[in-house]
Every structure is written in C-alpha cells, then in structure tokens.
T-cell receptor, first 114, second 111 residues
Framework: AQSVTQLDSHVSVSEGTPVLLRCNYS??????LFWYVQHPNKGLQLLLK??????LVKGINGFEAEFKKSETSFHLTKPSAHMSDAAEYFC????????????FGPGTRLSVLP | DTGVSQDPRHKITKRGQNVTFRCDPI?????LYWYRQTLGQGPEFLTY????????KSRLLSDRFSAERPKGSFSTLEIQRTEQGDSAMYLC?????????FGSGTQLSVL
C-alpha cells in the first residue's frame, strides 16, 4: 500500500529562522509528490509539486522541497519563517501517476513564534 | 475563476438521517474529487469523477455513501442513515491536471 509519513505532528520555529517539515513516502512506482498548506478556515492550497523534472522544486511563498529517491523523502524547507506561514502542511503522493487517489499524510502543524 | 464552492458550510443532523452536500467546481475543470477529513488527520480520498463518470471509489467507502455528477458540472455527495462516525469535514476539489483546487468544505456533525 502506498503511504506518506510526516515525522513531526507539530513544529515550532521563531520568526526569521529556517523551517524544515519532514516527509517520507512509500510507493511501488516513481510517484508524483506534493505539498499542500491549510490555513485556518481556508481551503487547501498547493505549495509545490514534484514530477521528476528536477529533484529540487521551488514553490510559492519561498518554500522548496527536495526529492531524494534513495531516502524516499520529500522534505519541505524555507530559509526564513514568517508569521503568516503558521498553518497545517500536508505531504501528498500520487502513487502511480495514473490513478487519482492522492494519498495525504497526517499533516504537520507549523507554529511561528514572534 | 471563482474557486470551488461547497454548500452548506455546516450541517448538523441526527443519527439515522440522510444528508446531501453540493460541490460546484471551477467551471472548466473536468476532474472532481471528494475527500473526508477528521480532526488531526489528513484528507482521506472518497471518490473521483472525470466529467460525469465516477472512475474511482475508495474501498473504505460504505455503501451508505453515494456521489453523482450528472452533467459533468456540479456534484452531490449523499450519506444515508448517518452515523456518529460520519462526523467530519467533507472536502471537494477540482482540477484539470494534478493540481487540485479545494473548496472550504462542509462540516458535518452527527448527533
């Protein structure tokens, strides 16, 4: 079965410091991978996606993610956190790139302290 | 685009009642998805439409759940004989490719 593991349920950083949100996946194929963000009382929004063109993917709002096949990881980073980054972040896998059963991880809640 | 619209935003019902939710996708999007999200969890896939055809359905989906997209535009999700375990946020998303656009969801509470 395809699955996504987000290693931290909650991450807390100070404003202006780096952000690292960890994601590991399992898939029998070369999957498509995504990060979505969910702000309180707002719909889920795509941050970035990986589809094998480049291992380092740049997304919106200064976020990046690096695909490491040997580690089956797709960690999300940002050099400097902003207060507006506080939200829930979901790592998502499309296991076989043909089906539409996108599998969401359990989420990581990011808190940004002033 | 006006975004994905879901109605109602909140629904409170008694156990055993039937409920129906509506989703209006972004107009040019041919793909439509339903997900369910409970507190502290990621969204769980329920079903997927391409135009009016329901192409995928989760094996976890009870036969009390049914979804339609009759003209390939809006979609409805019906839950019959609701149970307390059905309490969750029901999310709709639409797309033309792998980028999903989500609505704000319908929060269902079953008493």
């Amino acid at each position: 079965a395809q699955s996504v593991t987000q290693l931290d349920s909650h991450v807390s950083v100070s404003e202006g410091t780096p952000v690292l949100l960890r994601c590991n996946y399992s898939s029998s194929y070369s999957p498509s991978l995504f990060w979505y963000v969910q702000h309180p009382n707002k719909g889920l929004q795509l941050l970035l996606k990986y589809t094998s063109a480049a291992t380092l993917v740049k997304g919106i709002n200064g976020f990046e993610a690096e695909f490491k096949k040997s580690e089956t990881s797709f960690h999300l980073t940002k050099p400097s956190a902003h207060m507006s980054d506080a939200a829930e972040y979901f790592c998502v896998v499309n296991p076989d790139n043909y089906g539409q059963n996108f599998v969401f991880g359990p989420g990581t809640r990011l808190s940004v302290l002033p | 685009d006006t975004g994905v619209s879901q109605d109602p935003r909140h629904k409170i019902t008694k156990r055993g009642q039937n409920v129906t939710f509506r989703c209006d996708p972004i107009s040019e999007h041919n793909r439509l998805y339903w997900y369910r999200q409970t507190l502290g969890q990621g969204p769980e896939f329920l079903t997927y439409f391409q135009n009016e055809a329901q192409l995928e359905k989760s094996r976890l989906l009870s036969d009390r759940f049914s979804a339609e997209r009759p003209k390939g535009s809006f979609s409805t999700l019906e839950i019959q004989r609701t149970e307390q375990g059905d309490s969750a946020m029901y999310l709709c998303a639409s797309s033309t490719d792998e980028k999903l656009f989500f609505g704000s969801g319908t929060q269902l509470s079953v008493l």
